[in-house]
Nanobody, 130 residues
């Protein structure tokens, strides 16, 4: 079965850090663009960050630039999101995604059109308290 499984979510205080992991199974991430999308309570989904299949192109939303870092380890078939200087407004469910044709524009469109992307994780909760 093709799937992405996130881990590493939890509760932290304002200014804290978390590292989300997303393990792929049933397929290899090699050749896939990867990304993270989040959804805060009562809000629309938001594209957070993107990395190309080769790792040489990265995009981050303005709200997380300078604080969040996306990375990948193809040998471990895993995606990561390092989140530093967390704020209460970062509280959300975080989803990792993968698609062979992914780019930042498609990532943003996928926040509305779920079916645009080949693989979604089930989501992991991140809660930041003030």
């Amino acid at each position: 079965e093709v799937q992405l499984v996130e881990s590493g979510g939890g509760s932290v205080q304002n200014g804290g850090s978390l590292r989300l992991s997303c393990a792929a199974s049933g397929f290899t991430l090699d050749g896939y663009g990867i990304g993270w999308i989040r959804q805060a309570p009562g809000k629309e989904r938001e594209a957070v960050s993107y990395m190309s299949s080769t790792g040489d192109s990265i995009w981050r939303s303005r709200s997380v630039t300078g604080r969040f870092t996306i990375s990948r380890d193809n040998a471990k078939n895993t995606i990561y999101l390092q989140m530093n200087s967390l704020k209460p407004e970062d509280t959300a469910v975080y989803f990792c995604v993968a698609d062979r044709n992914l780019d930042p524009g498609i990532l943003m469109k996928a926040t509305i059109h779920h079916g645009l992307l080949e693989v979604w994780g089930q989501g992991t909760q991140v809660t930041v308290s003030s």
